[in-house]
């Protein structure tokens, strides 16, 4: 070693504080942090605790002997993805008449979220799975993940949405995926909103519309399906080939498509046509940084240009709570929890009995005639589409 | 007789020096290595299990495969060695500034350079957007200026988009690597060369290159391995005409329900991870030089020529551009209104206003899963502190046996890197299928977040510290221990002293690598207890301005809390 490097240990300078202190009040602040958050996950209760449906915390004060206690809640677990939302009292509602505590495990995606439920179905991390939807639901039926379930709630639902005769999956809500258009941007240029998937391909909506990616997307998907439904297995491509000439956007995920891309949506983006869904123009209503009178955007609404999702809920087989499972579902299709439905999560019920909220019933519209196929041959046909679609629209 | 005695003395403490060697090679080798079993060879040996199974029993060709894989793994590796190479071209001058001079605001600069590795994806891509989209600024500005019809930037959607993006992320991470170490150089040994006739090319490039040279490759190393695995850049700024491997994985994986191909993809992307980290290893190899760091910045001046001067300012004024105009972009569209009644209106209206920071802290729609922004920060910060303690408790030791060589070191140290080429999406589904019973189940067990977030920031604890580790001449340790200083006692004084800065890096690249990730912690996370950008998603996914005036305002609040803490951490550990 050479001596000239080793004369000096220490700084010239005075050393203020030695570093040592420093890295020990990093730690001391690290205990002192992990220890005094209350919603630390360390220490964490769940949350439906805090607000359990009896008071059973007892004041120690208090010289009374504690009244005996009502039987433990039963833990029910709901797996489902990350778009899922609900008004809070009602949960607290079921689980006070139930004697239960819900809790939920959210799982990315719909995709990642069914993946989990395949994955773990040997030894089920819930009882309860609510989000499949009808472009995975034969899948998720051909896995086997679910156990048929005939809730009396089913009579207040029509049949259209029933695509699982044997009642493992039971619809939930549905939703349209829809071209979106911004109403000032056709006002003010005098041009016609198009009227058919075919006036897509006229040269006066030359780059006017953004898609998202099928292979990314759901609504992307949908807006695929929409076109194989209408054209056939045949002709689609040739469609998605104009489309293409037609300068024909395409992006990843409906955030790029609907904030990025779209005119209507901050004011900034460049198409004023994208495929988003039909309840959009009511949430632009409901989200709107100042009120407005009137929705900025509609969905074109003709025959067979709209695509139907309908999301599905099902009892996870396996389950050791099968009665609790069933109550929930029931509470799922039940009115109180249908009418919920719109303002948390931007769907439709399915329940015919449900009413829709105002915001609804002015500013969004649900399409006649939406195109729709067959699970299954979604199912098989899904990633050839794809791969086709992909040679088509993106090479 | 004598005299072989003392051989035979000798010779009996050389062999008990070695087992005490191997015995303390074993012990901080144990805690890392049993950590990385169960939490990443594990879960990730269930899948691959699981897939390679299904994928045999499809019977897909060998030749449809390498369809599959050919197209994917050729872009994959072109943008990574672009993205490298470039952030490399940017980040070396930088460092180099950062490592030899004083100026006003250093500070400040590099704690916001920092900032871009914690956004996501989606908040960075919108402020790119918000500057270089089709209505972005600039666009704005030039066909106002040039009466263009036409935005003139073609920006989002290309090849450069993706390799900006890329070089906005991992700046910091060669500031931070390279910056540090040439901060702690002795500044005579350059002067030595100088006196002793060398021209200042000559003093660089004989003298400092090489003693820096085991972190510019650790460096280049994090760098590339960022961009060989990227997911989210590629996907929103690259678009759709652009797949990565873990692009392909994904689609493969939770769009097709493909998990068998999904597997194999993934296998394929941690053999090239383990290829890389091997050649890395071959490169570094040799023998380190040994140097007694300067702890306080000795080696820090300011610039004192006119030319030093301006190449001073101006590299500072390009990362302050470059680095702060998408911040600001996303900052300022936080506090904007656009247009009050856009129904009505054809202009674009703006106004200034705070509704969307208000709006945060309202639950308007009564939802089961609506957090407060401070809940959220909190979370953010606990599993952040969690990784901290976790990813240094693991890779002080890791650091140290790396550097106690045997032949079994280049294995142990391409398992530590291999978390960095590993697919969040199949690591995501490994854990969810391995941990599933209690105690080390997913959905109560409160540490899987911070471990996977560890895995990631495991890397670069490693990376920056065992440079500087190997650096430290034993004869210091020795020279305290000779004095009568325990070992414990000559570690603090003599060697934490020394590691401070890297420590210090160490310490900021896991608080933002917990803070930024959101893959493993939407997969994993309980809802009541979601992180800022998990909420930020949550805003984003909804139409309505609110909705998006809310997203920034998140975005936001996010860089400000990064921001503060690793001010914090650096004010408080140096």
């Known amino acids: ?395 | 007789m004598a005299e072989s005695l003392e051989r035979d003395g000798a010779a009996v403490t050389h062999s008990r020096g070695k087992a005490a060697e191997a015995l303390l090679f074993l012990l901080l080798w144990l805690l890392p290595a049993a950590f990385l079993s169960v939490f990443f060879v594990l879960p990730l040996g269930r899948i691959f299990a699981l897939t390679f199974g299904a994928f045999i029993d499809q019977a897909s060709s060998l030749q449809e495969l390498w369809q599959a894989v050919r197209r994917p793994l050729g872009f994959t590796f072109y943008q990574a060695i672009l993205s490298t190479l470039l952030t490399l071209l940017m980040g070396l001058p930088m460092a180099f500034v950062f490592g030899r001079y004083h100026f006003r605001g250093r500070r400040l600069l590099r704690v916001l350079s920092t900032l871009p590795f914690i956004l996501p994806t989606v908040v960075v891509a919108a402020g790119f957007n918000a500057l270089l989209g089709p209505r972005g600024w600039l666009n704005l500005l030039f066909m106002d200026w040039f009466n263009l019809s036409q935005p003139p930037i073609l920006f989002l959607n290309t090849l450069s988009a993706i390799l900006t993006a890329h070089v906005f992320y991992n700046l910091t991470i060669v500031l931070r690597v390279v910056g540090g170490a040439w901060e702690n150089l002795d500044p005579r040994l350059e002067q030595a060369a100088r006196t002793l006739g060398a021209s200042e090319w000559r003093a660089f490039w004989e003298v400092t290159f090489p003693i820096l040279r085991p972190s510019i490759l650790a460096a280049t190393l994090l760098v590339f391995l960022f961009d060989f695995s990227s997911f989210g850049v590629i996907l929103l700024m690259g678009g759709p005409r652009f797949a990565t491997l873990e692009v392909e994985i994904y689609i493969q994986a939770l769009q097709l329900l493909n998990l068998p191909l999904a597997g194999v993809l993934s296998a394929i992307q941690l053999l090239c991870t383990l290829l890389i980290t091997l050649a890395h290893h071959r490169l570094t190899g040799g023998q380190q030089v040994q140097l007694t760091p300067r702890l306080k910045g000795e080696g820090l001046r300011p610039a004192r020529k006119w030319a030093e001067k301006l190449a001073v300012t101006a590299l500072l004024i390009t990362l302050t551009a470059f680095i702060l105009s998408p911040l600001t972009a996303l900052s300022v569209r936080s506090v904007t209104r656009l247009e009050a009644n856009r129904g009505e209106r054809g202009a674009v209206q703006t106004g200034l206003t705070l509704d969307y920071y208000r709006e945060l802290f309202i639950n308007r729609r009564q939802s089961l899963f609506y957090v407060p922004p401070v809940a959220a920060a909190r979370n953010s910060l606990v599993y952040a502190l969690e990784t901290i303690a976790l990813s240094l408790g693991l890779g002080l030791p890791a650091a140290y046996a790396l550097n106690r060589g045997g032949s079994a070191r280049r294995w142990l140290d391409a398992l530590l890197m291999l978390p960095l080429g590993a697919s969040a999406v199949t690591l995501g589904l490994g854990y969810v299928l391995t941990f599933n019973r209690p105690p080390l189940e997913v959905r109560s067990f409160p540490l899987l977040i911070p471990m996977a977030h560890s895995l990631v920031a495991l890397p670069f604890v490693v990376r920056t510290l065992r440079p500087a580790i190997s650096a430290i001449p034993p004869s210091l340790s020795q020279a305290a221990r000779t004095l009568g200083a325990p070992p414990a006692r000559a570690w603090l004084e003599v060697d934490l002293p020394i590691l401070s800065r890297p420590l210090l890096a160490a310490t900021v690249f896991s608080f933002t690598v917990s803070l930024g990730e959101f893959g493993a912690t939407s997969l994993l996370a309980r809802p009541e207890f979601p992180t800022l950008p998990i909420a930020i998603y949550r805003f984003l996914s909804q139409p309505g301005a609110l909705n998006y005036g809310q997203a920034m305002a998140m975005a936001t609040l996010l860089m400000l809390l990064c921001g503060i803490c690793v001010f914090l951490i650096e004010k408080i550990t140096v």
């Not at chain 1, 006002?187 to 391909?201: I, R």
């Open chain 1, 1 to 395: 070693m050479n001596p000239l490097f080793v004369s000096k240990i220490h700084p010239t300078r005075a050393t203020r504080r030695s570093p040592r202190s420093g890295w020990m009040i990093l730690a001391l602040i690290f205990i002192l942090l992990s220890a005094c958050a209350p919603a630390a996950p360390t220490t964490a209760v769940p949350a439906s605790t805090s607000i359990s449906p009896t008071p059973t915390a007892v004041p120690f004060s208090t010289a009374t002997p504690p009244e005996p206690t009502p039987a433990e809640p039963v833990e029910l677990v709901v797996m489902t993805h990350d778009s899922f939302a609900v008004t809070e009292s009602l949960i607290r509602e079921f689980e006070q008449t139930h004697n239960a505590r819900i809790t939920f495990l959210k799982s990315g995606d719909t995709g990642s979220a069914l993946n989990r439920a395949i994955l773990t179905k040997e030894s089920p991390q819930a009882d309860v799975f609510y989000g499949v939807d009808n472009t995975f639901l034969s899948r998720a039926l051909d896995e086997g993940i679910f156990e048929p379930y005939d809730s009396p709630k089913l009579t207040q639902i029509p049949d259209q949405f029933k695509l699982d005769a044997s009642h493992r999956a039971l619809p939930v809500d549905y939703g349209d995926v829809c071209i979106n258009y911004d109403k000032t941007y056709f006002a003010s240029k005098g041009l016609a909103v198009p009227q058919s998937l075919e006036d897509l391909t006229r040269p006066e909506y030359h780059g006017l519309l953004v898609v998202e990616n099928p292979a990314t997307s759901s609504p992307g998907l949908a807006f695929l399906l929409a076109t194989v439904a209408h054209f056939g297995e045949g002709t689609y491509l040739d469609y998605w080939a104009s489309l293409r000439n037609n300068g024909l956007v395409v992006v990843n995920d409906w955030e790029t498509a609907y904030y990025t891309n779209f005119s209507a949506s901050s004011g900034k983006g460049p198409q004023p046509m994208v495929v988003s869904y039909a309840s959009s123009p009511a949430a632009e209503v409901i989200f709107a940084e100042s009120p407005l009178s009137e929705a900025p955007t509609a969905s074109i609404l003709a025959p067979d240009t709209c695509f139907r999702q309908i999301e599905f809920v099902g009892i996870l087989k396996g389950t050791a709570k099968r009665a609790l499972a069933e109550q929930f579902v029931d509470f799922m299709l039940d009115v109180p929890f249908q009418e919920d439905i719109p303002l948390q999560m931007f769907v439709y019920p399915v329940n015919s009995q449900a009413k829709l909220p105002e915001e609804f019933l002015k500013y969004a519209q649900v399409p006649e005639k939406p195109a729709s196929l067959d699970p299954a041959l979604i199912a098989s046909k899904r990633e050839e589409w794809l791969k086709a679609w992909n040679e088509t629209v993106l090479r």
